[in-house]
């Protein structure tokens, strides 16, 4: 599984850890995270992230 990094503020959504704080468990594919997350340090969109 693909790793994607914030490109404001360089957070990296790693699927195997997930994001649990945010109810995101690990394992959870970049594809089936919910359009309405946003990145857990700066706020931003998924838009705003790109493939690491």
Known sequence: ?????CSICGYVYDPEVGDPDSGITPGTKWEDIPDTWVCPMCGVGKDMFEKA
């Open 1 to 5: 599984m693909e790793k994607y990094v």
